[in-house]
């Protein structure tokens, strides 16, 4: 059974960092791409950051880059969201999401058009002004 379990998230203090966890069983990490989204309250949800199977490329969104960065360690079945420079604005629940079959090896995306199959319970990240 796949499942997806995210950590990491807390409360901080604008300009802080986090690392959010995801840790995957069930599956070969290497076989899936992995993304990040998140969702603020009355607010849709919106894609962060993807990461291809090959985990040589990614994709951020324009709130975020330069500020996050993912990664993933295939070894150890967990992908990660680095998020330095907080700010009020990243406040959000944060889901990590997988999929193996609607990307190649070197594609990911967090458009809306593409439905990741497999999704974590999420976790809470808040940051204060």
């Not at 607010?43 to 985990?55: A, D, F, H, L, N």
């Not at 975020?64 to 992908?79: E, L, P, Q």
């Not at 907080?86 to 190649?104: H, R």
Request: hydrophobic residues 30%; charged residues 15%.
């Amino acid at each position: 059974q796949l499942q997806l379990v995210e950590s990491g998230g807390g409360l901080v203090q604008s300009g802080g960092s986090l690392r959010l966890s995801c840790a995957a069983s069930g599956f070969e990490l290497y076989r899936y791409t992995i993304a990040w989204f998140r969702q603020a309250p009355g607010r849709e949800r919106e894609g962060v950051s993807c990461i291809t199977k090959s985990g040589v490329n990614t994709i951020y969104a324009d709130s975020v880059k330069g500020r996050f960065t993912i990664f993933k360690d295939n070894a150890n079945s967990t992908a990660y969201l680095q998020m330095n420079s907080l700010k009020p604005e990243d406040t959000a629940i944060y889901y990590c999401a997988a999929d193996s079959t609607q990307f190649g090896v070197h594609y990911c995306s967090t458009d809306s058009r593409y439905k990741y199959s497999s999704w974590g319970q999420g976790t809470q990240v808040t940051v204060s002004s």
